[in-house]
């Protein structure tokens, strides 16, 4: 025993390596934390072997191949695989980024079409309601209001139907009344 601790100083405890004058003394020598040390050192050597040989039955996750893996936690059976799946996994958020960014363009193109839409009609309803409350009006807002060509309403204005009048100006008006009394004289459409 005292040949084992000479032999293998870093098993033995410092108080096992000798006196302070460099006489190594064994007789301080304690079999049991040697045994124990011996003990110890088996276990890791034993448990890291364990650990090397438990293999993980796996399937690879990208070439569905099965394989033996080291760490429980292994996904692809070789670097190559790990590579194409990350690489796979990027394209696809990057295709899911455009899409989304696409949708978000389309439906902003489409809100844009609507209001533009809205926005017309509501300028329609108002220049309407302008005109049908003014009691003089242009030939051109005349036009409007009856939805009918400058050239028709010149047209029913040189027959005597609608006056023109002037104010001084060069442009000419037409009264509300004179358009109101247009319809005045109802034809009946035999059917
Ligand atoms: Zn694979």
């Known amino acids: 025993m005292s040949l084992f601790a000479y032999f293998c100083p870093s098993f033995v405890p410092q108080t096992a390596l000798g006196d302070k004058k460099g006489h190594r003394n064994f007789k301080l020598f304690n079999f049991e934390t040697i045994r124990n040390i011996v ?20 399937i690879c996750l990208y070439c569905h191949n ?54 017309a009609s509501i300028k329609s309803i108002e220049t309407e309601i302008h005109l049908s409350l003014r009691p003089y009006l242009t030939v051109k807002e005349v036009g409007t209001l009856l939805n009918m060509s400058r050239t028709s309403i010149y ?37």
């Open 66 to 119: 099965e394989f033996v893996a080291q760490k429980r936690t292994t996904k692809y059976c070789s670097h190559k695989c790990n590579q194409r799946a990350y690489k796979q996994s990027k394209r696809e958020s990057t295709h899911q980024q455009v899409s989304e960014k696409e949708l978000v363009k389309s439906s902003a193109i489409k809100t844009n079409l609507l209001l533009e839409e809205i926005a």
């Open 155 to 191: 047209r029913l204005t040189e027959s005597g139907k609608l006056p023109l009048y002037t104010l001084g100006n060069r442009k000419v008006y037409i009264k509300r009344s004179d358009i109101d009394n247009l319809f005045q004289n109802p034809k009946t459409i035999k059917a």
């Open 39 to 58: 003990k110890q050192i088996e276990t890791t050597r034993n448990k890291k072997m364990s650990k090397a040989n438990t293999p993980y039955n796996k």
